[in-house]
């Protein structure tokens, strides 16, 4: 009785993945016989960040109006995978990022909306595609 059970279940399941054109762990909405979508290819970019014009001078990098809202904004990029390096200049005189992009639009974008950059006490003095080496399967003499 059990097994006429399981195989009368097995057979309900089967029949909804061919009647609606499913195969077991395809992702919601997509048929079966829909390529998978590759995702956009990815490059890296640096930012270099400099004192803004509501920088306070008088006061450290975290004691700035504002600066843990940047912060926040990068703890989410990391989140995300998107930002795999960043952090202030031990002189103090601003910080950089290395982040993922798809494009410089989106690189400008990811910059535009760190709210640093949005209230004036960061400016990006710089934003470039970037390609490090792999040193390690670099060739030596």
Known sequence: M????IISGLAIVLGV????GRRAGAEDGKKADQPARKP???R???VVHGHGPKWDKDKPVNRQPGIQDHARYMVKLFDAGKLKHGGPFLDGT???AVFLA??????QKVVAD????????MKSTMLRPWHPVD???????
């Open 2 to 5: 059990r097994n006429r059970l």
């Open 17 to 20: 993945l061919l009647v609606t």
């Open 40 to 42: 956009a290819k990815q």
């Open 44 to 46: 890296l970019y640096v």
């Open 94 to 96: 601003g910080g950089m």
């Open 102 to 107: 798809p494009d410089d639009a989106a690189a």
């Open 114 to 121: 760190d709210p640093a950059i949005k209230s004036g006490i």
């Open 135 to 141: 040193w390690k399967s670099f060739p030596r003499k």
